[in-house]
């Protein structure tokens, strides 16, 4: 079936320093792939979304990148703060007009 | 503005009872899910209803019913509660299916004993 893989599961980082995490999908036909930000015992938010029209997309200090050739998109957050620190999921929107989503990277931020 | 919400936050129950998680949006969105979270694992999709009166299973529907009440509200029913549900239960909505942008209510943390 459909999957989303995410990589790694733990992230920890510097403050200051760069993060990224990637995913990998399985379904050629997605065409929708967003980033959503989990905060200990919060729900999941948006940050960050790019269609397949798109290579990249950034946002201040947070960017996504696509290659739908290789089916892998990835989070860029750059100058990382100690808010940073949260679960970061990926999903791929299928024909279905689902998000199949990934298993979530923890990102730690050491100050 | 109250976005989407959930009742209840938290619900202890016993095997085999029964119960509804209730679920509104305020932001005129036509389409609606029902999603479980476990440790470790990403968010599952339980059911989802795209429009009004319509509902579809998601990946994980096995034990768990829906109800598309009107545009606002979406609830979900556990009619015989096992250990292997107890999870967090997110609500999520979107202006449409083929907008997949979602927003999620807060959650329920169910524990089944």
């Known amino acids: 079936g459909e999957n989303v893989e995410q990589h790694p599961s733990t992230l920890s980082v510097q403050e200051g320093d760069s993060a990224v995490i990637k995913c990998t999908y399985s379904?050629?036909?997605?065409?929708?792939f967003p980033w959503y930000k989990q905060e200990l015992g919060k729900r999941p938010q948006l940050i960050i979304d790019?269609?397949?029209n798109v290579g990249e997309k950034k946002d201040q200090r947070i960017a996504v990148t696509l290659n739908k050739t290789a089916k892998h998109f990835s989070l860029h957050i750059t100058e990382t703060q100690p808010e940073d620190s949260a679960v970061y999921f990926c999903?791929?929107?299928?024909?279905?007009?689902?998000?199949?989503w990934g298993a979530g990277t923890k990102l730690i931020i050491k100050p | 503005n109250a976005g989407v919400t959930q009742t209840p936050k938290f619900q202890v129950l016993k095997t085999g009872q029964s119960m509804t998680l209730q679920c509104a949006q305020d932001?005129?969105?036509?389409?609606m899910y029902w999603y479980r979270q476990d440790p470790g694992m990403g968010l599952r999709l339980i059911y989802y209803?795209?429009?009004?009166?319509?509902?579809d299973k998601g990946e994980v529907p096995n034990g768990y019913n829906v109800s598309r009440l009107n545009k606002r509200e979406f609830s979900l029913r556990l009619e015989s509660a096992a250990p292997s549900q107890t999870s967090v239960y997110f609500c999520?909505?979107?202006?449409?299916?083929?907008?997949?942008?979602?927003?999620f209510g807060p959650g329920t943390r169910l524990t089944v004993t």
């Open positions: 999520a909505s979107s202006t449409s299916a083929l907008i997949y942008e979602q927003y």
């Open positions: 932001m005129n969105h036509n389409s």
């Open positions: 209803s795209a429009s009004e009166g319509t509902t």
């Open positions: 379904d050629s036909a997605s065409n929708y």
């Open positions: 790019i269609r397949s």
């Open positions: 999903a791929a929107g299928n024909s279905n007009y689902q998000l199949i």
